[in-house]
T-cell receptor, first 112, second 113 residues
Framework: DQQVKQNSPSLSVQEGRISILNCDYTNSMFDYFLWYKKYPAEGPTFLISISSIKDKNEDGRFTVFLNKSAKHLSLHIVPSQPGDSAVYFCAAIDNAGNMLTFGGGTRLMVKP | DAEITQSPRHKITETGRQVTLACHQTWNHNNMFWYRQDLGHGLRLIHYSYGVQDTNKGEVSDGYSVSRSNTEDLPLTLESAASSQTSVYFC????????????FGQGTRLTVV
């Protein structure tokens, strides 16, 4: 049973508009959440993270929102750029603090 | 610059053969992980290590083994390769603790024929 789920396998957005990627989790022991970005033939790279004691973290065009009661987080990209086209993975770490559990990924396509 | 490297980048092997994928990191991280990426499944944890001589099974460990004899290396061995093990394999490393990111290698594409 997947503890971290990304229910949208793909998302297509026009350049300049907002991209919203969603992630749900089931394990209430998860305390830290991360988003990774992956281009073809490359390893995932860290994008942004959020601790469970916060509900929002912003870094430039990227903002992650956490709704702990709903066990839901989302990644907002504003404005979206063609170079943002990649697969985005949501990941979580439990309060033992070491192991990443990943969602299935969402492929984002930003059209010029 | 510190880095994490995997070798080979591509490997084709026959069913039943033993295969070892290498992972080497120069971050001096205690934690190292092996994941496999398959369509529809995202990244699934195979094995992980929290330090030298420490190894643990992940979600999909059957048919795989690892050993950790030093900080820098965590080789992944497929004891008897099966077609179901055709996948892209990623190694990662991180510092201990919750608020740290993991750094990934570029991946090894393994095909078992």
């Amino acid at each position: 049973d997947q503890q971290v789920k990304q229910n949208s396998p793909s998302l297509s957005v026009q350049e300049g508009r907002i991209s919203i990627l969603n992630c749900d989790y089931t394990n209430s022991m998860f305390d830290y959440f991360l988003w990774y970005k992956k281009y073809p033939a490359e390893g995932p790279t860290f994008l942004i993270s959020i601790s469970s004691i916060k509900d929002k973290n912003e870094d430039g065009r990227f903002t992650v929102f956490l709704n702990k009661s709903a066990k839901h987080l989302s990644l907002h990209i504003v404005p979206s750029q063609p170079g943002d086209s990649a697969v985005y993975f949501c990941a979580a770490i439990d309060n033992a603090g070491n192991m990443l559990t990943f969602g299935g990924g969402t492929r984002l396509m930003v059209k010029p | 610059d510190a880095e994490i490297t995997q070798s080979p980048r591509h490997k084709i092997t026959e069913t039943g053969r033993q295969v070892t994928l290498a992972c080497h990191q120069t971050w001096n991280h205690n934690n190292m992980f092996w994941y496999r990426q398959d369509l529809g499944h995202g990244l699934r944890l195979i094995h992980y290590s929290y330090g030298v001589q420490d190894t643990n099974k992940g979600e999909v460990s059957d048919g795989y083994s690892v050993s950790r004899s030093n900080t820098e290396d965590l080789p992944l061995t497929l004891e008897s390769a099966a077609s179901s093990q055709t996948s892209v394999y990623f190694c990662a490393s991180s510092d201990p603790g919750m608020d740290t990111e993991a750094f990934f290698g570029q991946g090894t594409r393994l095909t078992v024929v």
